[in-house]
């Protein structure tokens, strides 16, 4: 499109109604590192003891920030490795193999977007409590995992759809079996969906607030996002400083990832959500 | 191997997960729905007692007076078991010689059988001790914890109370889960059922319609914008999406409280610094709308933006060269083409919207007072976390298996509308 | 080796696609499985080679009864129209994954792709990808794919269609001269009858699941056996009026041709002309008026419309002096007609 003193009309139009998000930006970053005074926007300033968090707990009976960083990493890598493999191996059959009802397979598949948390928490927490898995990483992981399925599946079936066929006929007629033909040819064709669900399931576990929250609430068992809502909760003076600091630091691989995939997670949430 | 048999293995992890973690919770749900399952009824059924802050309430249950009565002050009786007792904490001999003279007899008052051991020829002395030796021949059932049924019927067949009362003092004590519709009868008679629908409706109709407008400006805008200027308000606008919620919310927390930047920015105009978040239901269902809207319109911007690159730019060049403005541009060629990104948009939002509480939760928990409390919130609070403490699991399942019901239909409506048959092509390679 | 089709039968759910197909493919044969979309020579293609199973009828490569054997066991090499070559592995690694498959050593899998890239002559190209080659190359990766196990069949699925027109000249002849070469079954599915009547040594005409007519390319065009046939096979078509066989031949409008001597019939019927056998050289007897002249290098195909409303093309060496609207009155060669009844049977 040619430039038109127009869409300096449009610019200012966007840029206020960005506003609100672009100032909670920069007074995110800006706050975490600064004091402020309180009735003024100016930084004033540096001041890290906001990041008192990482050397010492901020108040007793808090598990150590260290601990929840790593139960939130090993709940949120084991999710997305779960959820990948565990994709990449439904996604295919139900995209290429022949078997007895895939339609309803992939009917249900499309139902089960139907069943969001809440319609399944409740069974879900007294199911946790009966499998003895109530408050621990492994049950949270479990249905984490679970969840995060039919979205999965839905991403690799979609890959699979886009590899010619005659690329597995091919195998075939090379006279490789069909497990060897989805593992040695058909695979390295999807490696840029697998990457994306990687990335999007990892992206989601490290996120994820509600499971943490109803089934594994003992203090062991924490993660960032749980951590950072209890201190939110039992501070009363509302600590915006450090508040900010903690949720810099969980943010961290979040806009690690963002800005390394920026591009391939807009497509993949573009195109993803379809159907 | 045959692909058949490949099938099912490749499928069956998925399978299982999916079975247990969502087929076996959605039936679950139907089945606690019809319970009174909660926190004090536990879930894994229970036992039988009654307990003295029942007593009040059995009248209401048809037990007769009488036998509330003697529930409440029986009593005690000489029996071998409590002869036992007494000879092995105070003596054999006096054990022996209350047994002799007056093994079955019963008395309602504790002063009685204390008055009969201090008149036995080898008495207990001491008033304390008394008290305790009458203890062991209580034999009321009163506190008492039966774990079977039968066994809280004989008990209460040795009380000597009436057996028409039976049944209903059996239903009174039990203390775990039963089966019931009450449940759907409170959410029809509940006040709050209506209110939290219609709370459900409005919070769903005004962010949907704040995603699609919002989302679509934000697309169309952008594809007007020279590439870098339009990359850096999606970036802007796409961060929010997968920002953590936790933190997300806490963003909008600080620009809205009264501590936060709008009451820093309008103290500097005299106004008193107020929580502009919670202030008011007005406020508060605002300050939601916008927190899911800005989302939501990140995620519209992304489908949307994409469905217009798919407009072949010959298309666009040969409106410009008929001469059409840009309104006219997005007028008729670019908005007829959004219809079914659109339609696919308000569906699918509508779905999540319905069912999704999480940021809600976060920022105002429903309040002020149970101003933006949701269907989803409140299935959640009833059955998962309440300032009461007791937990509903049952009432929760019954709102929880509404949205189950509603999900189910819509998904079956979008199954029809986006063309399932599509799906179902064969695979290619017969074997 | 020799390759038999009998009494083949394909069904998808309830519609039968192909019913009661017979096919001998003699050995060392190439044979063309022509025909129009939707005519079932793709099926019968999957169905020799394993990819779709028979619901009826038996496939035997020479005594052995292959009807129910997997397609990995089967000895089929498979050239697709799109080559289907693996994206994500080289020249060399394509060729040699149906050996590798075999589990055998990699200095017998080097030699092996060395001969076959030293056949399809691409041996200079063994280290690059897929992507980096030309279509004629990528064309002959797939040939050498095909034939690296030596297999009894090689099936070639519309191998030309993707080529432009230049590189399907030359890869027509290169696909012929390795099947020479190496004297393998081989069978081409195409819809191209330029290619299966340049390439092969007989062809299969099929239409709606049946083999209308099997025959050697130029018996074909010849002696067609069918209506169907006459006008699937020739470029420019041939032309059909419609006649009434008495003393002559009388195509109304007091137009009228000479009866070919073996032509027996008598009342209406359709004759078809080759442009080749209609034109000035053949003396007079159609009058008429030039609506179309197509010159095309070598030679001009002209449209004459003629005075009964009938339109029938010739094609001349370029450089006749026709011109648009021109009248004409030209001959045409009546032993070469064809007659056929109004069912479409050869008369």
Same mark, same amino acid.
């Not at chain 2, 009436?162 to 009362?165: E, G, I, L, R």
């Given at each position: 499109m040619n430039t038109n003193s127009r869409i300096w009309h449009l610019v200012v139009i966007l840029a206020i109604f960005s506003a609100p998000l672009l100032i909670m930006y920069v007074f995110q970053v800006m706050d975490s590192f600064t004091e402020r005074r309180p009735d003024s926007l100016w930084p004033g300033e540096l001041d890290?003891?906001?990041?008192r968090f990482l050397w010492e707990k901020?108040?007793?009976?808090r598990p150590s920030i260290w601990v929840v960083t790593f139960n939130t990493f090993v709940f949120a890598t084991t999710t997305a490795v779960a959820v990948t493999s565990l994709s990449t191996m439904a996604g295919y059959a139900l995209s290429r193999l022949n078997m007895p009802g895939r339609p309803y397979f992939l009917g249900g598949l499309i139902m089960?977007?139907?069943?969001?948390?809440i319609t399944l928490i409740i069974a879900i927490f007294i199911i946790l409590q009966f499998l003895g898995l109530f408050d621990s990483l492994l049950g949270i992981i479990f249905v984490k995992a679970a969840l995060e399925l039919p979205f999965g599946i839905w991403i690799m079936k979609g890959f699979y759809d886009t590899v010619p066929w005659e690329i597995e006929m091919a195998g075939v007629q090379d006279g490789a079996s069909r497990v060897r033909v989805w593992w040695e040819l058909v695979l390295p064709q999807v490696k840029p969906g697998l990457a994306a669900l990687l990335i999007i399931s990892f992206l989601s576990g490290w996120s994820e607030f509600v499971l943490p929250l109803v089934l594994a609430p003992g203090s062991s068992t924490q993660v960032l996002a749980t951590y950072m809502n209890a201190v939110i909760q039992d501070?009363?003076?509302?600590d915006f400083g450090l508040f900010k600091a903690i949720g810099m630091f969980y943010s961290i691989p979040v806009i690690v990832i963002y800005l390394l995939f920026q591009k391939q997670l807009m497509n993949i949430y573009g195109g993803g959500t379809k159907g | 191997m045959t692909s058949r048999f490949l099938g099912i293995t490749f499928l069956s992890p998925a399978l299982v997960s999916v079975i247990l973690f969502f087929l076996l919770p959605v039936l679950l749900t139907v089945v606690f729905a019809f319970t009174n399952m909660s926190t004090s009824t536990g879930i894994m059924g229970g036992d039988y007692r009654i307990i003295k802050d029942q007593l009040r309430s059995l009248p209401d249950a048809g037990v007769s007076n009488e036998s509330i009565e003697q529930l409440e002050t029986a009593g005690f009786q000489i029996t071998e078991t409590g002869l036992a007792a007494l000879a092995r904490n105070f003596s054999a001999d006096t054990a022996e010689e209350l047994g002799r003279n007056y093994m079955g007899e019963t008395f309602t008052a504790r002063r009685d059988l204390e008055r009969v051991l201090r008149g036995?020829?080898? %008495?207990?002395?001491?008033t304390r001790d008394r008290k305790a030796a009458a203890d062991l021949f209580a034999v009321t059932i009163m506190g008492e914890r039966y774990d079977s049924e039968a066994s809280f019927r004989t008990a209460l067949a040795s009380t000597g109370i009436?057996?028409?009362?039976h049944d209903a003092l059996v239903n009174v004590a039990y203390t775990g889960w039963t089966w019931t519709t009450d449940n759907f009868r409170l959410l029809l008679e509940l006040p709050s059922t209506l209110r939290y629908a219609m709370n459900t409706a409005f919070y769903v109709v005004c962010t949907l319609l704040f995603n699609i407008t919002f989302g679509l400006f934000l697309a169309i805008s952008t594809f007007y914008l020279p590439a870098k200027l339009a990359n850096t308000f999606r970036a802007v606008w796409f961060l929010p999406r997968i920002l953590p919620p936790v933190l997300y919310v806490l963003m909008w927390s600080w620009f809205t409280w009264d501590n936060g930047f709008i009451a820093t920015v309008t103290g500097w105009f005299g106004? %008193?610094?107020?929580?502009w978040m919670m202030q008011t239901s007005t406020h508060a269902w605002t300050v939601v709308v916008l927190i899911n809207g800005f989302v939501g319109a990140s995620l519209g911007m992304i489908l949307f933006s994409s469905a217009i690159k798919a407009i072949p730019t010959s298309m666009l060049y040969a409106s410009e060269v008929d001469g059409a403005n840009r309104w006219q541009q997005v007028r008729f060629i670019i908005l007829p083409q959004m219809r079914w990104p659109i339609l696919f948009m308000t569906s699918y939002q509508t779905l999540s919207l319905l069912t999704s509480f999480e940021y809600i939760l976060l920022a105002?928990?429903?309040?002020?007072?149970?101003?933006?409390?949701?269907w989803a919130l409140a299935a959640y609070h009833t059955?998962?976390?309440?300032?009461?403490?007791?937990?509903q699991y049952g009432l929760g399942a019954a709102y929880a298996l509404v949205l189950v019901v509603i999900g189910i239909a819509l998904s079956a409506l979008y199954l029809r509308f986006f063309n399932f048959k599509e799906l179902l092509i064969k695979p290619r390679i017969e074997q | 080796m020799e390759l038999k089709l009998n009494k083949f039968t394909k069904r998808f759910g309830d519609t039968t696609?192909?019913?009661d197909m017979d096919l001998t493919v003699a050995s060392g044969e190439m044979l063309a499985l022509l025909?129009?979309?939707?005519?079932g020579k793709s099926t019968t293609l999957f169905a020799i080679c394993g990819i779709h199973k028979m619901s009826g009828g038996t496939l035997h490569f020479g005594e052995r009864d292959?009807?129910?054997?997997p397609a990995q066991q089967r000895s089929v090499g498979v050239v697709f129209q799109n080559y289907?070559?693996?994206?994500?592995?080289?020249v060399e690694q394509n060729i040699g994954f149906p050996l590798k498959v075999q589990k055998l050593s990699k200095s017998v899998i080097k030699a092996e792709v060395a001969r076959l890239a030293e056949l399809v002559q691409?041996?200079?190209?063994?280290?690059?990808?897929?992507?980096?080659?030309s279509g004629g190359q990528q064309q002959r990766v797939a040939l050498a794919r095909a034939m690296i196990r030596k297999p009894d069949v090689l099936l070639l699925d519309e191998?030309?269609?993707?080529?432009d027109a230049k590189l399907r000249l030359e890869m027509r002849s290169e696909i012929r001269r390795i099947q020479r070469e190496t004297g393998i079954t081989a069978i081409l599915v195409t819809h191209d009858q330029v290619e299966a009547m340049s390439m092969c040594d007989r062809i299969a005409l099929m239409k709606e699941g049946k083999i209308v007519q099997l025959d050697k390319p130029e018996n074909m065009y010849?002696?067609?056996?069918?209506q169907f046939v006459a006008g699937f096979l020739g470029n420019p078509p041939i032309s059909f009026l419609p006649a009434t066989a008495g003393e002559t031949l009388s195509l109304g409008g007091n137009q009228t041709l000479a009866r070919p001597s073996t032509l027996d019939a008598q009342g209406d019927i359709v004759i078809g002309i080759r442009p080749?056998?209609?034109?000035?050289q053949h003396g007079t007897g159609l009058e008429g008026e030039v609506i179309f002249v197509e010159p095309q290098g070598r030679e001009d195909l002209i449209d004459v419309r003629l005075d009964n409303g009938g339109a029938i093309c010739a094609i001349l060496?370029?450089?006749?002096p026709v011109k648009l609207g021109q009248r004409v009155n030209w001959g045409v060669a009546s032993e070469r007609i064809l007659a056929f009844a109004n069912d479409g049977s050869r008369l």
């Open positions: 890290l003891s906001n990041w901020i108040d007793s009976g089960l977007h139907a069943f969001p948390t501070d009363a003076t509302a | 036995l020829d080898d %008495p207990i002395r001491k009436d057996t028409a009362d106004v %008193p610094p107020q929580n105002t928990d429903g309040g002020p007072g149970r101003g933006t409390e949701v059955a998962l976390n309440n300032y009461g403490g007791n937990l | 696609v192909i019913k025909g129009p979309s939707g005519c292959v009807t129910t054997v289907a070559l693996y994206p994500h592995m080289t691409i041996g200079d190209l063994l280290n690059r990808r897929p992507a980096q080659l191998p030309l269609a993707n080529l010849a002696n067609p056996g069918t080749e056998h209609f034109g000035p060496p370029s450089g006749e």
